[in-house]
């Protein structure tokens, strides 16, 4: 059983930024990166997988990011797997879930994949589709928001938890091969030690472009996402009234406020 | 004529309060462009929702008899596939809800349509459909366009568009499902475990902390403060997910919405705007975080850019 698992690094805003000059993002320059959070459990539920099973599980991260996101993948790797996948070109700037989609679903073919885990959804744009929109194109079945899962390597079919709204859940049976895209809360992520990071160096990683799956640049990047940034920008400045000064003097205030809305000054 | 198409959505025998937003969602948009709205409603009894759609502005309820009455992605894509090829809409429209997340992004892949996610505004530029719907935390809002998709699919934000309270009677049609591969099965529904702990959807003043507490051993602190001053102690999910306090103090879509409160004192938390369906609603927050561009202060009536733990020392003081 082989299970791939696209793992995303994430752009942050720090304090302060610049949009780009053609108005679409924020500057990369004043972006702080990161793994997203979402893909902490997912790679985790492979790990776990892995380690249930031993070699009758392959476990492989996927990252589809420039130079730089191979931070990610050695995140993964210093907690296990053998070898990571990168792909990456300049056509794909701009990728949107369904442009992301794509590659995933060729990597997911190519690997022989039988699961894809993906994350929920990721912090920077907040579509939670790519997963779904792998599934869509492999036409496999899939389940989203995914709270509990319970595998067994070349089962026909595995159980699974949605995590629906206001803590519901549902308990369905999915076929196999499937994508899930996994929710927080899962699991309890591990993090990686000294030894595992020092060892993820030696681990290979294999970085490919769009082109070696026979896909054009017409059908990644903004020609091949589903919508198309016009502008970004800032939403208006908040109305919320703002209590200044030190510590103490913003303390008393906001008991002022309290008591006054209790009724009890 | 144009037409917009909404996806009456239910659960357990419920339609959903956001499809009623949809629904005026998709009227306002009418308005615009004299568009028709169309409502598609899925179920093993449509009949039981579509007398619930009869709302002013709806141009037509169309039932589709499907076998199961819960939710089926594979039902869903292939009906709302056949749906678009029927009734070819410019725009489909359904809440962003979990259920949309997992159907509506398989047909947008399918059938290569305009697509986006938690949309909370939709306008027209001349002819150009713009959805617009925030990134990087809410800390910025993004315009999107469709160039060439001749239908775009949306799932809307919660509690963005108000539903529509005049009745109409609206013609109904049924539609016939086309035979689907269904390859996941329900087994049942799991509801949240009940419990003795507060109800903190009744509470009227709540104090809640987010990741900035750090770790489980400042918890304590807070549920002090929050005794002393007369407050319940709610949290976001991440304290929920690590078991630092438990799943019924959790506000939030996947928490709970704190109806009957009235004063939301907020540690420590960014403002997903998952935190936010719990809680935006409340007329009186007041938010402690660090960061002076967190989005809880967009929606706080009083915001405080400081450190919770510096504040909470000192807040204390004033209740003792
Ligand atoms: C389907 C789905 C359902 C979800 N349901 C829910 C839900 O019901 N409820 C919910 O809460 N989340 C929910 N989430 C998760 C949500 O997306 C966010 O991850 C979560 O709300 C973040 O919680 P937070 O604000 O506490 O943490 P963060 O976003 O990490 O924010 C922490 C904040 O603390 C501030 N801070 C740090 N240190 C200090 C300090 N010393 N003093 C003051 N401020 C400080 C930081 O500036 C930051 O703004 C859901 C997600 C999904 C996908």
Redesign the interface.
Known sequence: MKILVPVKQV???D?DYEIRDDGKN?DVDFLDYEINEWDNYSWELALNLQETYGEAVEIVPLTVGPDEAEDVLLNCLAKGGERGIRVWDDALVDSD??AI?QVIAKVAEHENADYVLTG?LS???????T???V???L?W?????VSKVDITPDAQQI?V???????????????SP?VL?IQ??INEPRYASLRGIKQAKAKPVEVMSHKDFGLTDAEVGEMGS??????????EH??????EGT??E???R??E???E??GDT | MNKIMVIAEH?LGELTAATFEVIAAAVELKQTKGFSVNVAVLASNPAEFSAKLNIAGVDEIIEVLIQEN?FQ??TYEAVINSLLDEYAPSVVLTSN???A??????????R???????VFALNYDGDDL??TR??????????????D?ETVLITLRGNTYKPIEQEASVPVSSFSAPSVNA??????????ETTSDVDIAQAE?LLSIGRGIENEDNIEQFEELADT??FTLGCS??I??NGWLP?SR?VG?????VVAC??Y?AFGISGS?QHMAGMKHVP?I???NT???ASI???????????MF??AD??I???E
């Open positions: 752009g942050i805003i304090e924020v879930s369904m989609a929920t912090s920077d744009h907040s579509f939670a589709a997963g779904m929109c599934a869509g194109l036409n079945a899939h389940a989203a928001v159980t938890n949605r995590e629906l709204e206001a803590g519901i859940e549902e308990e369905i049976t999915v076929e499937a895209s927080l809360g589903l919508s198309k940034v016009r502008k970004m920008y800032a939403p908040s109305q919320a009234e703002l209590i510590v103490a913003q303390a008393k906001i008991a406020i309290v008591k809305l209790k | 659960r819960q992605t594979d809800s979990i259920d997340w997992s159907c509506m992004p398989i047909i947008a892949a399918k290569q349509c305009g697509f986006a996610t938690d713009i959805a925030a990134a990087y935390g809410e800390k910025m809002h993004v315009d999107l366009e469709f160039p998709k390859r996941t099965t329900h087994k049942r529904f799991i509801e949240p003043l001053m007369g999910r991440p929920a997910d799943k959790q879509q996947s928490g709970k919405i009235n004063t004192l705007v009186n007041i938010a402690v960061d002076a561009e202060f967009i929606i706080a009536k009083y915001g405080v850019v400081a450190d510096e504040i000192e807040l003081n004033h209740f």
